[in-house]
């Protein structure tokens, strides 16, 4: 017997915190009365179908600072009874639940949204009961329009009115019992002119008594005296409320030991500092750093990884711990807390965050690997395993085994390493390879940073198989990076996004797309030449409100591929790798991107449609070469805003087609003139219903972005 | 910290019954072995999306006796760890579990399936660990293959079976112990040979040591004694296993009270015996009969619901309730309770079941209205809420109050009304309404009735918004009348159709089709003459494996509606309704369609495509007219069977038009001839590829029911 329960969630103890009726705010949001305990046997609406939901409940649903919450729930009861459902929400911290009213829509489907004004986790739970006033309303006003006697409605009508009057006080009873007195007297039916207004100063125009029953004070009496009594309760869910950043950003990924201005010496966190200003002028918001821990020298890889380090090689940033420490400390050649500190006072100042790197491994010389031997595996030689990936072996990098009996210890330890640099200032770290480590400690980890610091925001570097890759999300990383950096052809562009931008995914995966990094140095990229670089950064940065490059490779446009691997007739790696030496480049090549990129991360900021993903639509065209896809931010919400993206997917040739508008999402009329400006080239158009033309040269502009001017 | 829990369930405590090796079946289906508590830290698999799951675990999914239910789960872990996943399941009574192994389908998705051979409610629940001996064996492999020297390789490999040694008893553990002992001293590498076989006799061709790794004895041993000490367990579910018929079955509704054979004379149970043979020729194998309880007199119905009744009229059998008893009584004019064990005796001698009529409401005169005044609502006049639906009254019906404080006495009582007709040997119920009486109680009655006689059936009659529909089908009503009376064009059809009979909701609802009922005559059957009556027939039958169909009304083709309601134009209802007066019909008309039913329900019975709605597909067809499905049981099941119906879905015109066959789906290779037998005409065609024609001409048959032979 369970028929009070909704989905698989427990009843909540039916106690809760004492109702506080808002009297200043008589809008459909205010503090829920009380839950009181019901026979369930009583409780007749069945909620299903809650969303947000992620997998039953077992996870938060993703939400951002500001934007409202959209709870939907299927909703329903036995018989013809009219329903009456809210949403309770209760923002971190806060002692009780506020409701909000929800609306129909019709099939059963009822809304609510409820705004979010504090970062962390929200619970909300939907609740709903019969509607008896409306029920009696409904039916009476039925009767009473085929001319039935409604002398025994009307009495009954009185008499809920008397019983929302007893859960009232003060002037609410009072109105209430004088509506309820209007029905009591009215025998002659609803037409009956009532013989004063129980909510009109006297001597204000007398109405009938079916005016009065549809009455909006009279709505809302009934709203704050809701019988709660036999209400049946949806599961509680939460959704996490990320900063801003965490769903809209744009990243810039450089190696600080490439950072310095002279040729081949070793960069410094000073001279990242000192390119902050290039940086902000590029629009990014986000600069983030490979690791700039001290770098192992056992086992120490060579130029492009391929052998033993020379003397001179740095090494991979990777290859965490020497001698001068490990994860909590800071390169020598890189600088000081100090000079951490001054880097990111730099930033803010320009409003950019640095992220530091997460890389949960040791090089042989960790002091970990002397301290802790018990968290690395041994085998039957009494060696410790370094990383393998048969038949590659990375014998300057040991993991770190998971299923050590002390994982408990070793969990305290990694989140003090996390602790340690959110003390320093850092509020964004991207986690290098999280699905090679233990899910069980991410959920733990994140949970308990997020607990005490919801601003902090976690990508996912996890290149890995969709179901891996989504749980990451769901067990708490903020951001992920995606198959953006394959996906280049339109289908399998469309497909992707479609999937990634929609419930269920989009409820709690935050892509981030990278057209490259300094593992990836992707095909297109190589063999494209810059109207490939062009056509990938506008994809990623119009695509996703979350992009980011790995430069001045990207900006520059390098695109040679290291040597194939043997057997292999391909890379994906860059030749002479920045992950194993330090490259130092002249950043006023003709033909760089930065203008390019400034201008795209000056568009995103000034069209609030491109700060989020949820609207992303596809608009056919009639070329398989050219895709097309829109964004807009609603009407209503005082940012009305839409962009259209035509990008040409072909590096080489020009390519011209139809485009087929979806014109009810631009909020354009069929048969209308409307303006559209191409944000990259000033030029405007005029373009009429729902078929027009494009056409794109790729060593030009290989898109347009078009923000629709609706007339 | 709940890493090792998945979806939304609570973990199970971890203390299973025994293990019992089944020394008998060395097959992948073999008792459990016992899951330890493990420290969640340690638990790497995760599993999620399990199915079949009905909102997620609230409800069991429903299953038919001898089909084995197929388990799908998402089962992955960090990292590139080979996992071993098995469903455990637990048949009714069961006092330990069983465990299956799954099989993985790619893309983290890992299915097993599972017998059901009882009746009832069976548990089950997906199980992971990770498999450390084949991630070794697969790395091993692949090092070794590389040239690389797998010496440390192989002495850990021995050390993972040694570990299994330990966990095995008798001949499998010397054989495991032999396993170690040939990876520990075979130093040279994987093409060692070995100096004994551990599982060979005496004399057999020795093996290498890559052979041996990859033998199934090892296989099946490593099985046997699998290490679940750091397992994941999934959700804990279940599937109510229902009786064939529940799946399967043919509906006759008629009314006994018109089984009179001779003009005008009120009809007996001992009349309906008298047809049995009748309906046994047309192949049914439910006869449904609406309720035989006293009927009251006060405010009865007269002729088609219009007036007061007459002092002939009998009134409507479901204004339950008069002087002579209430819901456990039989109308008198009807017979005893003798008279009805004589025809479930003489039905189930035919291999028929009769169903009879649930309909939790009363007359005026019902017993309860005295006796429990409580279970119905007082108006504030004093006098007891009759039935409407504004502004449509129902005076002669009493709905029962379930909100009534005496509700668990009333349940106590209703439930006691359906034990009774078990108890005289009913087994198959048809509910009236149920979607207007409390949730709660269906779900506590057909929990309560299942639990003791779990092959009882419920259909319910609940034509209502689709969320309440389905909820019903969720707490446990076995199968559901459906939206297929008011689907007539082919889109709509399909679209129906592809929802109802693929999961989810395929998941949980059983739907049975009926062209007819003594409430609904379609105005396609109204206008549409006897081809519509046939076309219709023939979709019922043979889009879904229940269906049923009101007679003798249906088979007689009778299509004329009753006058409309005032301001009405048009009426679903019959004319001189069955609801409201004794007819007897001359059964022996030409153009009777009852030659047509008994041929369909051979087919159906000869061809078991036709007995389930999984396998349903559409082809297209070039003619919005024509529409073309299959279904087939899978090969290797012994009953290979494919069956391609075309129907015309116009009554008036012949229509002829090109399928496009899927022919994968059918068994048929690309540019093959095949055979088409047309099982209601005897005729056969020979097609080919996947294009072919049909012309059908509703005056003389509107479909073609073929049997696809594969040559």
Not at 336 to 365: M, W
Request: some cysteine; overall charge negative; charged content about 25%.
């Amino acid at each position: 017997m369970v028929a009070a329960r909704a989905d698989c969630s427990r009843r909540k103890k039916n106690e809760e915190a004492d109702a506080v009726t808002n009297d200043t705010d008589p809008a459909t949001v205010e503090r829920a009365p009380r839950l009181t305990k019901a026979a369930v046997g009583l409780v007749r609406p069945v909620i299903e179908g809650v969303r947000p939901q992620v997998d039953c409940g077992r996870y938060p649903a993703k939400a951002s600072i500001g934007e409202p919450v959209i709870v939907e729930a299927d909703i329903f009861c036995d018989g013809h009874d009219a329903l009456s459902c809210e949403v309770r929400h209760r923002p971190p911290g806060a002692r009780g639940w506020t409701s909000v009213a929800m609306a129909p829509l019709g099939n059963d489907r009822w809304r609510a949204t409820f705004p979010t004004k504090d970062l962390g986790r929200h619970r909300f739970q939907v609740v709903a009961v019969i509607d008896r006033f409306a029920s009696w309303r409904r039916d009476t006003l039925v009767k009473a329009n085929d001319g039935q006697d409604v002398a025994v409605d009307l009495a009954l009508g009185a008499q809920l009115l008397t019983g929302a009057a007893v859960r009232a006080k003060g002037v609410g009873r009072r109105a209430l019992t004088a509506y309820a007195e209007a029905l009591a007297v009215a025998p002659r039916g609803l037409e009956t002119t009532v013989a004063h207004d129980p909510l009109l100063s006297e001597g204000a125009p007398l109405r009938t008594v079916a005016d009065l029953l549809q009455a909006p004070e009279l709505e809302h009496l009934l709203w704050r005296t809701r019988d709660l009594g036999a209400a049946a309760v949806g599961p509680e869910l939460a959704v996490f409320v990320d900063p801003e950043r965490a769903r809209f950003s744009a990243w810039y990924e450089l190696f600080p030991r490439s950072a310095g201005m002279r040729g081949g010496r070793h960069g410094t966190l000073a001279d990242v500092e000192a390119r902050l200003d290039e940086v902000a002028a590029m629009g990014f918001d986000v600069v983030y750093l490979p690791p700039i821990h001290p770098i192992g020298t056992t086992n120490r890889k060579g130029a492009d990884g391929g052998g033993a380090a020379r003397r001179a090689d740095p090494g991979s940033p990777w290859a965490i711990g020497a001698r001068e420490g490990g994860h909590t400390a800071i390169h020598p050649e890189l600088g000081t807390e100090k000079d951490l500190a001054s880097l990111l006072r730099a930033a803010r100042r320009r409003g950019i965050e640095v992220a530091l790197d997460v890389a949960f491994q040791c090089s042989p010389d960790h002091p970990w690997v002397r301290e802790h031997p018990s968290w690395f595996r041994h085998l039957p030689d009494g060696s410790i395993r370094y990383a393998e990936n048969p038949p590659k072996r990375y014998e300057d990098i040991y993991p770190i085994d998971f299923e050590t009996p002390q994982w408990r210890e070793l969990w305290d330890e990694l989140a003090a390493v996390v602790g340690y640099w959110i003390d320093q200032g850092i509020t964004v770290f991207r986690v290098d390879n999280p699905h090679t480590k233990s899910l069980a400690f991410w959920e733990w980890l994140l949970a308990e940073v997020k607990a005490k610091r919801p601003e902090v925001i976690f990508l996912a570097e996890a290149f890995t198989r969709p179901r891996l890759m989504y749980r990451l999300a769901k067990i708490g990383f903020t951001q992920s990076y995606t198959y953006f950096t394959w996906r280049t052809e339109k289908t399998e562009l469309q497909t992707y996004l479609e999937e990634i931008t929609q419930p269920p995914v989009s409820d709690f995966f935050q892509p981030n797309f990278w057209p490259n990094t300094p593992d990836i140095l992707h095909k297109s990229l190589q063999e494209g030449g810059r109207p490939a670089f062009m056509q990938r950064l506008i994809l990623a940065a119009t695509l996703t409100a979350n992009y980011g490059i790995y430069g001045p490779a990207y900006e520059l446009g390098e695109n040679v591929p290291a040597r194939p691997a043997p057997g292999k007739t391909e890379s994906e790696e860059y030749m002479d790798s920045e992950k194993y030496e330090v490259r130092q480049r002249s950043r006023n090549q003709p033909g760089s991107l930065v203008p390019l990129i400034a201008l795209l991360n000056k568009i995103r900021r000034e069209n609030p449609a491109l700060q989020s993903n949820g609207s992303l639509h596809f608009h056919p065209v009639d070329n398989p070469n050219l895709m097309c896809y829109s964004k807009s931010v609603k009407e209503g919400t005082g940012d009305d805003n839409t962009i259209l993206v035509a990008v040409n997917l072909d590096p080489f040739n020009e390519q011209a087609g139809w485009i087929d508008l979806d014109l009810k999402l631009l909020g354009i009329s069929y048969d209308q003139n409307f303006d559209v400006e191409d944000l990259l080239t000033g030029s405007h158009y005029t373009w009429r219903d729902r078929s027009n033309y494009v056409a794109l040269r790729p060593n030009v502009m290989p898109a347009h972005v078009f923000r629709v001017a609706r007339t």
